[in-house]
C-alpha cells in the first residue's frame, strides 16, 4: 500500500446495495429472522436444553441490548413446545399438622377443578351440616340418649328412696343437695320428735341413714360416668350424622379423582377431620368468606377444606417458559403471607404463594444475573434450590431466627427445570473465579458474538431482521434503501466496515426513531432520509461536549493548528466515549530531546496522569530508537514528551507512533506539518499496529479542519490495518473525493515520516547505511552527536579529576 496516496473515496465508506437484499420494502418479508450467524451460541444452548441432568443450566453471555433475551427465549420457547405440561401445584391443609401444609401435584388443569370441587364442598358444607344436626333422625337419637340417661338416673335414685323408705327414712331432694330423714307415717321427723325417741331407736336412725349416705355417694360418683357414656354416644351419633351428611359428597368427588391417588388420601382426610371435628362444627359452623377463621389453630374454619392453587396450568399446552425480571428472594422461591388477627400475624396454608421456580417448574426459567446477585439472599437460594432439587419456601425472618411469630413450613416441592441466566461477560468470569458454585450448577455457556460478518448471505439476513422488528414494534414498512441505511450504521456501530452489529436496542431505537419522522412528514413509507434524519438528531441530542470542545478549539483555548509546521509537535488524536455516544478530537503532542543517559521522560506518567498501557507504549518507543540508531552506540538521549493541554488520565498506546514521530522531529530538527493529525499504536520494530475509534478520530480532525478552513493540503494518517474499519460520515468522504481533505494509510513509522515532513524516511542499503538528508540519517546523525558530546564530557570529566588528585 503506497502510503503517499490517500485512500480512494471508496475504501472510506461501504455502501449496501439495496438491490441485494432481496425485496424492495419490508412489507414483502414473510418469515422472521430472530438471530443472524450465531451458530456457536445456539449450539450452546441447544447442549443445555436438551440434556435433562442436573447441573446443565445455561447462562448467556454477551453485551446489553444484543437481542440475547429475545433469541433464546425463542429457543426455549420452540423447545418447550414439544415438550408435556408440568403438573398444577396445589397445598392443602395437613389436618396432622397444621403447621406443615400438604402438597399436593394434579395434572395440568386438574388443579383448578380440585380447586373448584372443594370450594363447592365447602359452600354445601355448611348446609349440609345445619341440616344433618336439625333433622328429626338426630333429634330422636339424642333425645332417646337423653332420655335414657335421664330414666337410668331417675331410677337409680328412685330405687336408693324405696329401700330408705323401708327403713323409714325419707331421701329429700333440697337447694343444697340430696339428704336423707327419718320419717313418722307419710311426715318427715322434725327435731324435736327425733329428738323424744328413745336413744337405741335414735341410733339405729342415724345409722340407717349413714349407710344410704354412703350409698347416694357411690351413686352420684357414678353419674358423671353415665354422663361421659352418654356423650360418647352422643358424638358417634354425630360422627354417624356427619359421615351420612357428607359421605355422598366425598363418594361423589372421589369419583372424579379415581384416577389420582393423592387426591383420594386428601378427600379420606378431609372427610376423617370433618367426622372428627363435627362437635366443634355443629357449634360454631363458619361460611367461606369468614375471616375470624384465619389462624392456625383453635377454631376449625370450613375453608380449611379449600385447595390453595399455587401454579394453575389449565389452558396451557407447552413446558412454561418464565422471565423472571424481579428476582427479589420472595418472587423466586414463593412467600407466606401474614394478616394481623387480634393484635399478631397469623396466617394458613392459603397464604403460600408461588415463586418464579414454582411457575417455570418442568420448564425454563431465565434471569438476569445482575439483578439477582444484588437481590439480598436470592443468588444463595437460588443456588440452594438447584442443588438440593427441591424449593423450600420460607420467610427471611423464618431462616434467620428475627421472627418469633408462628409461621409454616409446606412441604418442599420438587424441581425439574432449566435456569438461564443471562449477564455480561465479566460477571460470568468474576463467578468462574470466585464462586466454587457455579461451575458445578452452570455449566454451558452460551457465548453470543457483539457483531457478524458482513458477508453476502448475513447482509441479506440482517436486511430481513430489520423487517422483523419492524413488523413486531408495528412500524411503518421500510423501503429497501432505508433498509440499506440501518445496515450500513451496523456496521459504523461495530467500528468495521466488514461486519455487523448485533446491538439490537439500538437499531430498534434507530427503526423507531426513523418512523416517526416519516409519520411527521406524512409518509406511508420510511425511507432512506428518514433515517438519516434520526441520525442526525441522535448525534444532536449527545454532541453538547463535542461541540464545546470544537469551539474551545476554534477560539484559540485548545491550542491545535491545522496549518504551517513545527520541529517536535504534532496532532494526535483522542476519543472520548460517552456510552451511546463516541466523539473524537485533535489533541497536541509535543517532544524535546537533549543530552542524557538515555531515558524518555513520560511527563504524564511522571504526574500520575498515564495509564499503565500508555506508559508501555512509551517504553516501547523508546527501545526502538535504541535498536535502530544505538545498536553499537550508547544512546546519550535524555527526551520529553507530553499532552499539552490534558489535564485527565492518558491511557491507551494508540498515540504511541505520534510520540515517536514527534520525538524523531525533535532529534533530526524536521519540522511536521501541522496539516496532518497522526494516530497508530507502534511496536519495536517501528511498525505501525490497528487502534479503536477510527472514524471517530478522522472526523474530529476533520471537523477542526472544516471549522478553520479545508485547504486540500489537511488529513490523517492512519494504521493500515485500520483501512478496514472505515465507515466515515458522508460529509468526509464527498471532501476526500473532491480532494480538499485525505486519508493515508501507513505501515510503519517510516512511512508516517515521511508524510508529516516530506522528507524520505531513507532506506538502508546492503551496508546499512542511509542516504544523507533522510529522516533516518538525521536522527542517526543527531544521536551519534549527542554520544559524542557526552563521552568529551565524561573523557574531560576524568582529565580534570585527574589533574585535580595529582595536585594534592
Request: charge should be negative; hydrophobic fraction near 40%.
Amino acid at each position: 500500500m503506497d502510503s503517499n496516496r490517500p485512500l480512494p473515496p471508496e475504501q472510506l465508506y461501504r455502501r449496501c446495495d439495496p438491490a441485494s437484499l432481496g425485496f424492495a420494502s419490508t412489507a414483502e418479508v414473510g418469515e422472521p429472522v430472530e438471530i443472524i450467524d450465531q451458530a456457536r451460541a445456539i449450539d450452546a444452548v441447544h447442549l443445555g436444553i436438551d440434556i435433562k441432568r442436573p447441573g446443565f443450566n445455561l447462562f448467556v453471555l454477551g453485551e446489553p441490548g444484543s437481542g440475547r433475551h429475545a433469541a433464546v427465549h425463542r429457543l426455549l420457547e420452540e423447545k418447550a413446545a414439544t415438550e408435556p405440561v408440568p403438573a398444577d401445584i396445589c397445598y392443602v391443609n395437613n389436618f396432622a399438622e397444621p403447621n406443615h401444609p400438604r402438597l399436593l401435584l394434579l395434572p395440568a388443569g386438574r388443579g383448578s377443578r380440585l380447586r373448584q370441587d372443594m370450594q363447592q364442598f365447602v359452600s354445601e358444607l355448611a348446609n349440609a351440616i345445619t341440616a344433618a344436626f336439625e333433622s328429626d333422625e338426630f333429634r330422636t337419637h339424642i333425645e332417646a340418649i337423653q332420655k335414657e340417661f335421664k330414666t337410668r338416673e331417675e331410677g337409680a335414685l328412685q330405687a336408693l328412696g324405696q329401700g330408705a323408705a323401708e327403713n323409714s327414712i325419707a331421701l329429700m331432694h333440697t337447694p343444697a343437695g340430696f339428704v336423707f330423714a327419718p320419717i313418722k307415717g307419710d311426715e318427715t321427723m322434725s327435731q324435736e320428735e327425733f329428738q323424744a325417741l328413745p336413744a337405741d331407736e335414735q341410733e339405729r336412725l342415724t345409722r340407717l341413714m349413714e349407710q344410704h349416705s354412703e350409698e347416694l355417694h357411690k351413686l352420684l360418683a357414678q353419674f358423671p360416668r353415665w354422663r361421659r357414656e352418654m356423650q360418647a354416644r352422643v358424638k358417634e351419633v354425630s360422627r354417624n350424622t356427619m359421615r351420612l351428611a357428607v359421605g355422598h359428597m366425598i363418594e361423589e368427588l372421589k369419583e372424579r379423582y379415581a384416577d389420582l391417588a393423592n387426591v383420594l388420601d386428601f378427600l379420606d382426610a378431609v372427610q376423617d377431620d370433618v367426622v372428627d371435628s363435627a362437635e366443634e362444627l355443629r357449634e360454631t359452623p363458619k361460611t367461606e368468606g369468614d375471616m375470624s377463621g384465619v389462624v392456625v389453630s383453635g377454631s376449625l374454619p370450613l375453608f380449611r377444606y379449600q385447595v390453595n392453587l399455587l401454579v394453575d396450568r389449565n389452558g396451557t399446552r407447552a413446558a412454561p417458559v418464565v422471565f423472571e425480571d424481579n428476582p427479589t428472594f420472595p418472587n423466586l422461591v414463593g412467600r407466606i403471607d401474614h394478616i394481623a388477627h387480634m393484635g399478631t400475624l397469623v396466617t394458613n396454608f392459603t397464604m403460600v404463594m408461588a415463586g418464579a421456580l414454582h411457575k417455570a417448574n418442568g420448564g425454563y426459567l431465565m434471569l438476569d444475573v445482575e439483578k439477582v446477585l444484588t437481590q439480598p439472599f436470592a443468588w444463595e437460594e437460588l443456588k440452594r434450590a438447584l442443588k438440593s432439587g427441591q424449593i423450600r419456601i420460607e420467610s427471611i425472618g423464618q431462616m434467620y431466627g428475627l421472627m418469633s411469630t408462628a409461621s409454616l413450613e409446606p412441604q418442599p416441592l420438587p424441581i425439574d427445570l432449566k435456569v438461564v441466566l443471562v449477564g455480561q461477560r465479566l460477571v460470568y468470569y468474576l463467578l468462574k473465579q470466585y464462586d466454587p458454585e457455579f461451575d458445578e450448577l452452570f455449566r454451558v455457556a452460551a457465548d453470543f458474538e457483539d457483531d457478524v460478518a458482513r458477508s453476502e448471505g448475513n447482509t441479506q439476513s440482517f436486511g430481513r431482521f430489520v423487517a422483523t422488528l419492524a413488523q413486531r414494534e408495528k412500524l411503518r414498512p421500510f423501503s429497501a434503501g432505508a433498509v440499506a441505511r440501518v445496515i450500513e450504521y451496523a456496521a459504523r456501530l461495530a467500528n468495521d466496515a466488514e461486519r455487523l452489529s448485533s446491538d439490537t436496542r439500538r437499531i430498534r431505537d434507530l427503526l423507531v426513531e426513523a418512523d416517526h419522522g416519516a409519520d411527521q412528514a406524512g409518509s406511508a413509507e420510511v425511507r432512506a432520509g428518514d433515517v438519516d434524519l434520526a441520525l442526525t438528531a441522535q448525534i444532536h441530542r449527545a454532541d453538547r461536549l463535542r461541540d464545546e470542545t470544537l469551539r474551545q478549539i476554534r477560539d484559540g483555548l485548545q491550542l491545535i493548528d491545522v496549518s504551517g509546521s513545527h520541529v517536535g509537535q504534532v496532532n494526535g488524536l483522542a476519543v472520548v466515549d460517552l456510552g451511546d455516544f463516541r466523539f473524537g478530537h485533535p489533541v497536541r503532542i509535543t517532544a524535546t530531546a537533549r543530552i542524557g543517559e538515555g531515558d524518555v521522560i513520560d511527563i504524564e506518567r511522571e504526574t500520575e496522569l498515564g495509564g499503565a498501557i500508555h506508559s508501555k507504549g512509551v517504553m516501547i518507543l523508546a527501545s526502538f530508537l535504541g535498536s535502530r540508531y544505538s545498536r553499537t552506540l550508547p544512546l546519550a538521549l535524555s527526551a520529553s514528551l507530553v499532552f499539552e493541554q490534558s489535564y485527565g488520565p492518558v491511557e491507551g498506546d494508540s498515540a504511541s507512533l505520534a510520540e515517536l514521530c514527534a520525538l524523531m522531529s525533535a532529534l533530526a530538527v524536521l519540522p511536521i506539518k501541522q496539516s496532518l493529525a497522526i494516530t497508530g499504536s507502534v511496536n519495536q520494530y517501528g511498525r505501525v499496529q490497528a487502534i479503536g475509534g477510527v472514524n471517530e478520530k478522522i472526523e474530529g480532525f476533520f471537523d477542526v479542519c472544516q471549522a478553520r478552513g479545508l485547504t486540500g493540503e489537511q488529513g490523517v494518517l492512519i494504521p493500515a490495518s485500520n483501512v478496514r474499519h472505515l465507515m466515515l460520515r458522508d460529509d468526509v468522504v464527498a471532501a476526500c473525493a473532491a480532494g480538499r481533505f485525505h486519508v493515508h494509510a501507513v505501515e510503519d513509522v517510516d512511512g508516517a515520516m515521511a508524510l508529516l515532513t516530506g522528507v524520505p524516511a531513507g532506506e538502508p542499503n546492503a551496508d546499512g547505511e542511509v542516504p544523507e538528508g533522510t529522516v533516518n540519517y538525521l536522527v542517526a546523525t543527531q544521536l551519534a552527536e549527542l554520544t559524542a558530546l557526552r563521552q568529551a564530557y565524561a573523557a574531560a570529566g576524568r582529565h580534570a579529576g585527574s589533574k585535580r588528585k595529582r595536585e594534592k
